[in-house]
């Protein structure tokens, strides 16, 4: 799989001039939701709905905290605007 993600992510950052600071979380949130789904889906498949619901749960926990670090900054950033 990283055979296929880094070529691919070389080849995406030449193409941008400017600077996309949210572009890697929204690859590997989208990524990771995809993956996801497609386990939850195959453990409901074999009646284990119960495992599933807990592993894409967990997934969507995992990528709410990679998106941690960014939504302090917006609030911090929110806070300078609100403060005077």
């Known amino acids: 799989m990283m055979r296929v993600v880094l070529p691919f992510w070389q080849r995406l950052k030449t193409f941008y001039l400017f600077d996309l600071p949210f572009l890697p979380l929204i690859l590997g949130s ?3 939701y995809l993956c996801s789904i497609i386990i939850s889906e195959i453990l409901e498949e074999n009646d284990y709905s119960s495992i599933a619901f807990i592993s894409h ?11 941690l670090d960014k939504l302090g900054e917006l609030l911090k950033q929110w806070e300078k605007l609100l403060v005077p």
């Open 30 to 32: 989208s990524l990771l």
């Open 57 to 67: 749960l967990a997934i969507k926990i995992w990528i709410a905290t990679l998106w």
